[in-house]
């Protein structure tokens, strides 16, 4: 019924997703985060976001201010690169087994799901998930050359991770211009990619074709690094009505296939040192 995703039990867990509520809100929020500010964000008591936001500190995600006593995000991961960004930035290999992170991406929110990573500076759509009847992004192809990757979510999502792609596309006179939405000066798009890094997600709003909206999210190797991206593409008044629940999703899915890849990495390795 409809196209907006409904709450699923047992599909998530629920204090992982709080604390990548948290992360968002700190992300979207120089200026620094209160404990009572986070808890109206959850519908928690003060002291279970305290709790939260104390946990982020020591996980190396977030600096707590003595003096005004809020939260801020650091401007370093723990992984200790730059939030977004990969330590190198050749082809990473992305395992087969990210195809699953695809059909869960589309059964949880019933839009067609997308992953891409780069090869070189082309961005190449390795899986796509829909149903029959599902529209199709016009003029999208399995490869997606640096032209247009200042306007779709998937792309600016992996160039926001290539500081050398992303300084290509800056050093461009002008940009190319899909619809009226699209961002074609090289200034604004740099600021676009800053706002990617800051928050850890991608969207174009009609940047691309009209009438389609897209989210993404990158997916992170066991080693830090941005491997891929995730995203989705959804109709502008969809957008609209679910964009929020929507982008929750989409990072959900890609924080849930970042963890998968890490724990099959984990025991790989453990199996080597038994062996």
Known sequence: MGGTPQERPGRRLKTASEALHALRMLGATPEGVSAEQLAIELGKS??????????????????????????????????????????????????????????????????????????????????????????????????????????????????????????????????????????????????????????????????FAEDFCCIAAPVFDPAGEVAASLAISVGTRQFTDAGAVLVNEVIEVAAEATQQWRERQDSRDEELLLS
């Open 46 to 207: 003060a002291s279970t976001a305290r709790y939260l936001l104390n946990t982020l500190c020591h996980e190396g995600f977030a600096n707590k201010d003595d003096l005004s006593g809020r939260y801020r995000l650091r401007d370093v991961p723990p992984w200790g690169q730059s939030w977004g960004q990969p330590g190198s930035h050749g082809c990473v290999t992305v395992p087969d087994e990210l195809a699953d992170a695809v059909t869960r991406l589309y059964s949880r929110t019933r839009k067609r799901s997308y992953l891409a990573h780069l090869e070189g500076e082309k961005t190449v759509v390795l899986d796509a998930r829909g149903h029959q009847g599902l529209a199709r992004i016009p003029g999208l192809q399995e490869r997606i050359s640096p032209s247009e990757a200042h306007a779709l979510a998937v792309t600016k999502m992996l160039v926001s991770a290539n500081p050398e792609l992303a300084e290509v596309i800056r050093t461009e006179s002008t940009l190319a211009s899909f619809t009226g939405m699209t961002i074609t000066d090289p200034k604004k798009f740099a600021s676009e990619i800053d706002r990617i890094r800051t928050r850890g997600y991608a969207i174009d709003r009609e940047e």
